[in-house]
């Protein structure tokens, strides 16, 4: 379960993430985080490209000011946290880590279309962590 001190109605601060593996002929890792779960289909919750390779890891709440930062689903840039509709059932947050071997060229505001398009068939290693967030229905009166 995503804590929701990292949900969209506590404010979109940013979970802290971990990881290692990464392939040495890594030219920069990125970063997306979708909910598959949502009622219009795929909702893109983070855009990250220009991570170096040799990070570990993001804290929480980073600013993220030496990297790209794409453009979410909410219309903004940066980490949107989840926000179901009260009474779904939990939707999955997907927080995919991509190693590429050159450099994305990646601009600020990108949407997750173009993060897709400058991916697509060119990663050399993944990770995928998925957590999950749902919101209470108010009681019927």
Known sequence: MIPR???????????????????????????VCE??????????HWLVAGIPPDASGLEAGDELKAFTV??????TQGYGGPHP????????????????????????????AE???????KVLASGTLVGTYGRWAPAAR
Request: proline share 10%.
């Open 5 to 31: 001190e990292y949900s969209h109605e506590a404010g979109d601060v940013s979970p802290a993430l971990e990881w290692a593996g990464v392939p040495d002929e890594a030219a920069e890792l990125v970063l």
């Open 35 to 44: 909910d598959p779960d949502a009622p219009g289909g795929t909702f893109t």
């Open 70 to 75: 794409g453009r979410n689903d909410f219309g």
């Open 85 to 112: 509709p009260p009474g779904d059932a939990p939707h999955r947050y997907f927080f995919r880590l991509y190693a590429m071997p050159a450099s994305t060229g990646l601009a600020d505001g990108s949407s997750a």
């Open 115 to 121: 993060f897709r398009r400058a991916t697509e068939g």
